[in-house]
Every structure is written in structure tokens, then in C-alpha cells.
């Protein structure tokens, strides 16, 4: 079983659209969870953290944690074909070391 | 502020050979680790450091090792290169002491080709 696993897509959805990204891990005693979006060679950026179960909202970005399934999503509400990325779920369990999964790629269509 | 910067960025190497690759975090970051990215594999945790100490190390065979300096500065060293380990490897820094790394900064990643 990975410790991150994701859906590797692809994930087409059109412009304006929701687009929903899922990820689940196996260490349960992960602390911290992270989204990053990576361009086609470009190296990741960081767009959300939770640390809490719940969701956290920022701008069109909406993180959701829920612990006891050992589940992350992540929410992007009205679709941009500027989104279309691989997006990176991330955690971290504490040892001074993040894990990352193979990530899903997005495509959104204009 | 500027951002992490990784040199080189693109480099070719020979089988057997070996490579230094250096990385510059952040101002005030104190916290380094390095990646693996690979089409197949993705993302693999290499080792992270702080304050000059290897906290973690991921699961690759002693060729990789690397080390950290007193201003923060970071060098990893692949020896006795092999093709598979062409990829290109990220250098993040962290801002975050407490609840293991937190957010990671990524460079822009040296690119390593081994013929």
C-alpha cells in the first residue's frame, strides 16, 4: 500500500465547472497535509495546508481533512483553464519528512 | 525575497561519475530537504536537513548523500552514477521548526541526465 495515494487522472472538467481532487494515506498519525499544483516543467508550488479536520476555504480553493478516514480532498470552484495542472497531495508525518503522492493531472476545458 | 535557487540546472554525466548538486533556501529558512522526481516513481523523499543535522533520510542507497552548512546552504552528492538515476531533483526549504516540515518552497530543480 503507497502512503499517499492518489487518482492519477486524467481529471477533465469544463471551465467554471467544480473540480474535485481526492486523496487518502496510510499513517495515521500524519499531522499535516498539503496541495501543491505543478505545471508541465515547472517545479510545485504550495496553493493549501490543513492541519485540522474540516475545511478550510481560500479564495476558490477549499481543502477538506477528515482524519478519522484518512482522507484530503481538495475543491476548485469555478474552473480555470489556467488551472489545468498536476496537483500534488502531501503529508507530513512528523519526522521531518513529507510524503507526496503520485499526483492527479487536471485539465479543464475552455 | 528571493526564492530557492538550485545550481546547476541542467547537467550530463557519464556512468560511474559523480555529481554535487547545491542548493540555496529561502533567507530564514533553516529547514532543506531534497526530491527525486521521476515520469515513473513521482516524488521521492530523499533526506531533509536543519541546523546542519540529517533529520530524515528516505529509502535510497548510501551513493546519495548529502549535507548541510552553517548558513543554511545545502549540497547533495550522488557518487557512482547509474541511468536510473537520471531525474530531476528538487530542493525545498521550510520556514516551519515545530510539527515536522511544514510548508515546503521548491527551486527550480537540477535536472540531471546520466548516459
Known amino acids: 500500500q503507497k502512503e499517499v495515494e492518489q487518482n492519477s487522472g486524467p481529471l477533465s472538467v469544463p471551465e467554471g465547472a467544480i473540480a474535485s481532487l481526492n486523496c487518502t494515506y496510510s499513517d495515521r498519525g500524519s499531522q499535516s497535509f498539503f496541495w501543491y499544483r505543478q505545471y508541465s516543467g515547472k517545479s510545485p508550488e504550495l496553493i493549501m495546508f490543513?492541519?485540522?479536520?474540516g475545511d478550510k476555504e481560500d479564495g476558490r480553493f477549499t481543502a477538506q481533512l477528515n482524519k478519522a478516514s484518512q482522507y484530503v480532498s481538495l475543491l476548485i470552484r469555478d474552473s480555470q483553464p489556467s488551472d489545468s495542472a498536476t496537483y500534488l497531495c502531501?503529508?507530513?508525518?512528523?519526522?521531518?519528512?513529507?510524503?507526496f503522492g503520485a499526483g492527479t493531472r487536471l485539465f479543464v476545458k475552455a | 525575497k528571493a526564492g530557492v535557487t538550485q545550481t546547476p540546472r541542467y547537467l550530463i554525466k557519464t556512468r560511474g561519475q559523480q555529481v554535487t548538486l547545491s542548493c540555496s533556501p529561502i533567507?530564514?529558512?533553516?529547514?532543506v530537504s531534497w526530491y527525486q522526481q521521476t515520469p515513473g516513481q513521482g516524488l521521492q523523499f530523499l533526506f531533509e536537513?536543519?541546523?546542519?543535522?540529517?533529520?530524515n533520510k528516505g529509502n535510497f542507497p548510501g551513493r546519495f548523500s548529502g549535507r548541510q552548512f552553517s548558513n543554511s546552504r545545502s549540497e547533495m552528492n550522488v557518487s557512482t552514477l547509474e541511468l536510473g538515476d537520471s531525474a530531476l531533483y528538487l530542493c525545498a526549504s521550510s520556514p516551519t521548526v515545530s510539527r515536522g516540515t511544514g510548508e515546503l518552497f521548491f527551486g527550480e530543480g537540477s535536472r540531471l541526465t546520466v548516459l
Open positions: 502531501a503529508v507530513s508525518q512528523g519526522g521531518f519528512k513529507t510524503i
Open positions: 533567507s530564514g529558512h533553516r529547514s
Open positions: 536537513y536543519f541546523s546542519e543535522t540529517q533529520r
Open positions: 490543513i492541519y485540522s479536520n
